[in-house]
């Protein structure tokens, strides 16, 4: 069986800072893990997406995020904040093996961005 | 192109009604899916189809959901005899066959029910 966790449900960073947004996952196949973002009043939007290969991922907006197997982890990071970012975001893996379009979402994680 | 739309964007009903959402896909997805969204959660997986054919049902579509796709494009959800505990936000999404990875997802319906 597969499942999500977003450590913290917001995080608060200032304009120009790191952000850091963690999500551990669990799974009895080889994940496709997903991070997406959903800004007010807008539909889900894929930021970017493990499946095989390149553990480093990249992203649009300039987030990107690194699976490491050992740690069942995928945070996603930005360095430098901006307003803009602020938004809700939502890690998902791939229920069953490869990529079903069927995906078990975290409980998303609050991005507020300071000036 | 114009995006997953879906109609309508809000729903207030009384408990007991029926209620029926529309969701039309990206016109060349050929796949089609239903979320449901509750407050402070992440989206629930529901529902979806492969042209019009509905492949796979959660344990959370209980029988007073149906969905249906009839013609392989547009999509309805209907909820009979509704509950409170259906007011959530319901998502549709759209791909390709050849999957990508990505769902396109419309703004959503959100559904209250007093």
């Known amino acids: 069986a597969q499942s999500v966790t977003q450590l913290g449900s917001h995080v608060s960073v200032s304009e120009g800072a790191l952000v850091l947004l963690r999500c551990n996952y669990s799974?009895?196949?080889?994940?496709?893990l997903f991070w997406y973002v959903q800004y007010p009043n807008q539909g889900l939007q894929l930021l970017l997406k493990?499946?095989?290969?390149?553990?480093l991922v990249k992203g649009i907006n300039g987030f990107e995020a690194e699976f490491k197997k050992s740690e069942t982890s995928f945070h996603l990071t930005k360095p430098s904040a901006h307003m803009s970012d602020a938004a809700e975001y939502f890690c998902?893996?791939?229920?069953?093996?490869?990529?079903?379009?069927?995906?078990?979402f975290g409980q998303g994680t609050t991005l507020q961005v300071k000036p | 192109d114009t995006g997953v739309s879906q109609d309508p964007r809000h729903k207030i009903t009384k408990r007991g009604q029926n209620v029926t959402f529309r969701c039309d896909p990206i016109s060349e997805h050929n796949r089609l899916y239903w979320y449901r969204q509750t407050l402070g959660q992440g989206p629930e997986f529901l529902t979806y189809f492969q042209n019009e054919a509905q492949l796979e049902k959660s344990r959370l579509l209980s029988d007073r959901f149906s969905a249906e796709r009839p013609k392989g494009s547009f999509s309805t959800l209907e909820i009979q005899r509704t509950e409170q505990g259906d007011s959530a936000m319901y998502l549709c999404a759209s791909s390709l066959d050849t999957y990508t990875g990505e769902l396109f997802f419309g703004e959503g319906s959100r559904l209250t029910v007093l």
């Open positions: 998902a893996v791939s229920l069953g093996s490869g990529n079903t379009g069927k995906l078990i």
């Open positions: 493990y499946t095989t290969g390149a553990t």
């Open positions: 799974s009895s196949v080889p994940p496709y």
